[in-house]
């Protein structure tokens, strides 16, 4: 079984963006610039944006944080997006969610200009992606992606099952495993109400766990030799940790794992790939001629 290192291959990555950087700016380029808006002050969105900053720090990005209270309306916020769309200065930038309750975030993200939407949101890239244009794709998606590349496993022709069909995770997963110029793969999308899901499970080369529901993934759930990548985060209770919980993958890891050929653990897997290919489509913001 060999696990699969998110936090060293974030490293290498965020290492390769800053040579291509230092390249850039050699060859009399300018430096990519990212920027952010926060709203209000939840401690998980200050958390993940304190780390996009560090992160454009690593890689030589100048970054800009904006920052509204909870109270912003959403007319405010449409009209900072604007004025980012058609600022010459910032290459890409992203509006943390969850956003408060009275704004529409929806609105918000198809406010933002396709080609500087580094997160992969708008329906525009999202789009773009189902269809095999030029786009930028999502952060966790992608990370899994470049998981399964860096660790050459083969994709082309397997069958990969997903469990899980949000919008940010199971759907683009699905389109990225499917289509012939990424995963190549035959595609079954599971979900909650899903008959058979044991048996399809089975029947996966790669099994991609994005559902949220802790260790559902069993051994008997798992072909052996197959490749299983977590997605789930949650936060379950431990009176041994001094924060009081620990995370938890979608994935009975300890059971689980030695049957895989591959595994991605929690956490470590493909959590800490996620910010990484927010520089990368940050650089790709820079380079692309759309
Ligand atoms: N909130 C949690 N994850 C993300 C993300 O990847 N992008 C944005 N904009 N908000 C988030």
Same mark, same amino acid.
């Given at each position: 079984?060999?696990?699969?290192?998110?936090? @060293?291959?974030?490293?290498?990555?965020?290492?390769?963006?800053?040579?291509?950087?230092?390249?850039?700016? @050699?060859?009399?380029?300018?430096?990519?610039?990212?920027?952010?808006?926060?709203?209000?002050?939840?401690?998980?969105?200050?958390?993940?944006?304190?780390?996009?900053?560090?992160?454009?720090?690593?890689?030589?990005?100048?970054?800009?944080?904006?920052?509204?209270? @909870?109270?912003?309306?959403?007319?405010?916020?449409?009209?900072?997006?604007?004025?980012?769309?058609n600022d010459d200065s910032i290459d890409g930038f992203i509006v943390q969610l969850p956003l408060p309750r009275h704004i529409d975030e929806q609105k918000i993200i198809e406010?933002?200009?396709?080609?500087?939407?580094?997160?992969?949101?708008?329906?525009?890239?999202?789009?773009?992606? @189902?269809?095999?244009?030029?786009?930028?794709?999502?952060?966790?998606?992608?990370?899994?992606?470049?998981?399964l590349k860096r660790y050459h496993i083969q994709t082309s022709g397997k069958h990969c099952v997903i469990i899980g069909r949000s919008n940010i995770v199971g759907k683009p997963m699905a389109q990225l495993m499917l289509q012939k110029i990424y995963g190549d793969s035959t595609v079954t999308i599971c979900h909650s109400h899903t008959e058979n899901l044991k048996e399809i499970c089975r029947t996966a080369d790669i099994l991609i766990a994005a559902i949220g529901r802790p260790a559902f993934v069993t051994a008997d759930m798992v072909k052996p030799g197959a490749t299983v990548i977590d997605v789930g985060t949650t936060r379950v209770p431990d009176a041994t940790r001094k924060s009081g919980f620990r995370l938890q993958g979608d994935v009975d890891f300890e059971h689980v794992a030695p049957l895989c050929s591959h595994i991605t653990p929690v956490p470590g897997g493909v959590g800490p790939m996620t910010i990484s290919m927010l520089m990368q489509n940050t650089l790709l913001a820079v380079e692309k001629n759309w």
């Open positions: 079984m060999i696990l699969i290192d998110g936090t @060293a291959t974030a490293a290498t990555i965020k290492e390769e963006i800053a040579q291509r950087v230092r390249q850039i700016l @050699a060859d009399g380029g300018r430096r990519p610039h990212l920027a952010a808006i926060l709203v209000g002050h939840d401690g998980g969105s200050e958390t993940y944006v304190a780390n996009k900053v560090k992160a454009c720090e690593v890689c030589g990005f100048q970054s800009t944080l904006i920052r509204y209270e @909870a109270d912003v309306t959403e007319q405010e916020l449409i009209d900072k997006v604007i004025e980012l769309n406010a933002i200009d396709y080609r500087k939407d580094v997160d992969g949101f708008t329906p525009v890239n999202v789009g773009r992606m @189902a269809i095999g244009l030029p786009c930028f794709i999502s952060a966790t998606p992608k990370g899994i992606m470049e998981l």
